[in-house]
């Protein structure tokens, strides 16, 4: 059995020597994809607000509570959610 092993090692084709971690490139707060919830949740708390919609608030405070648990650019996105808060 252990001879098994050292000839499939030693016919192994994979390099560890060679591998490398990853690295994610980087990215600019403008190249971000759109956050669409934060979007939707001033959508809704417009119509919630404007055609007294109970609903429309909740979903906004749901995508709004979503916005917020996906933030990536704390500064940006912290704006947009508190314009939705309102």
């Known amino acids: 059995m252990s001879s098994h092993n050292n000839s499939s090692s030693a016919n192994d084709p994979r390099q560890p020597s060679s ?6 490139p ?15 949740a ?19 405070i749901i995508c709004c ?4 648990a996906n933030m990536k650019n704390v500064e940006t996105d912290l704006k947009q959610i508190s314009m939705a808060m309102m």
């Not at 509570?65 to 917020?68: E, H, K, M, N, W």
């Open 19 to 24: 591998a490398k971690p990853f690295v994610p």
């Open 26 to 40: 980087a990215v600019s707060p403008q190249d971000l994809p759109v956050d669409y919830s934060g979007f939707i």
């Open 42 to 60: 001033v959508v809704f708390g417009i119509a919630g607000v404007m055609f007294r919609y109970k609903l429309c608030s909740w979903l906004a």
């Open 65 to 68: 509570a979503q916005s917020l």
